[in-house]
């Protein structure tokens, strides 16, 4: 059974990412993505707590909790990865600010395509790696379909409309697929876990970064809550492809990954429904 769902799992990962990207590219317009950004304070907010507050809250709930090097590795690695494709779901479950959710999500992809791989080989000299490949690799999976949704969009507007409510709808399946994968793959590892401070640490990243999120989105609710679940919620899709490549060697970096996404799960989605504005309010 394990087999069957381990070879399953990449699969489904790249239906997920596949879908999601391709979707948002056909459900906006590059104006759409881009004008929210035109706030600079948010935007700034967004790049400096993605890439310099959340890997070091990372790293330093990794010391404090005494992680070993693989658990370390996937958690810091979760942390650098981009704002995580169901952020824009969870912000529209609250009614919060989607565009700006999905606004940060492509800008934190395109940062993230360059970022990971060059902070892997500073951060992590004796680790070896083709760089090009997983360049290549990030680039055919999460920018391509993005690209080619917001080409379709651009020349029939009609047609995407309808093609980005089917494909939400197969992201929304398969993020519940992947969900169920791993929680199969990796729960009695997870419970395994269980005090060697490995979900404390866990946890620390992800309320951690849905609370430093929420509080730079100041002063709109809908803006708190978009930056809150896009810092909250990592981008596994994009961690998982980089673990697979970068530390295939080293199980436990894929366990910290699958531990984070059932948190991430596990507490953003419940708290996106209870912090749902009310219509009149957004």
């Not at 994968?181 to 620390?204: P, S």
Request: glycine letters at 8%; one cysteine or more.
């Amino acid at each position: 059974m394990n087999e069957f769902l381990s070879h399953a799992l990449n699969p489904i990962i790249l239906i997920y990412v596949v879908s999601a990207m391709l979707a948002l590219g056909l459900g906006q317009t590059v104006g759409q993505i881009v004008e929210p950004l035109r706030n600079i304070r948010i935007t700034v907010s967004a790049v400096v707590a993605s890439y310099v507050i959340l890997p070091l809250l990372a790293a330093l709930s990794a010391w404090v909790f005494g992680l070993e090097p693989a658990l370390r590795y996937g958690l810091v690695l979760m942390s650098m990865a981009a704002g995580a494709e169901v952020g824009p779901l969870l912000t529209a479950n609250s009614n919060a600010n989607v565009r700006l959710s999905g606004g940060i999500l492509v800008m934190s992809i395109g940062i993230t395509i360059f970022y990971l791989p060059v902070m892997l080989g500073v951060l992590l000299p004796d680790v070896h790696f083709d760089v090009k490949h997983l360049l290549l690799k990030l680039f055919l999976t999460i920018i391509a379909p993005l690209l080619i949704g917001l080409f379709i969009k651009s020349r029939f507007e009609k047609f995407a409309g309808a093609a980005a409510k089917h494909l939400h709808a197969i992201s929304r399946i398969f993020v519940v697929l992947l969900t169920v994968v791993v929680l199969l793959l990796y729960y009695e590892r997870i419970i395994g876990l269980i005090g060697t401070g490995a979900i404390l640490a866990a946890l620390v990243s992800v309320v951690g970064g849905f609370g430093i999120g929420y509080a730079l989105g100041w002063p709109e609710r809908g803006t708190r809550l978009a930056m809150g679940y896009m810092h909250g919620a990592r981008n596994a899709s994009v961690a998982v492809m980089v673990a697979a490549d970068v530390f295939r060697d080293q199980p436990n970096a894929m366990l910290m990954i699958a531990t984070v996404v059932v948190l991430i799960l596990g507490i953003l989605i419940p708290l996106s429904f209870l912090c749902k504005i009310r219509e009149v309010q957004a």
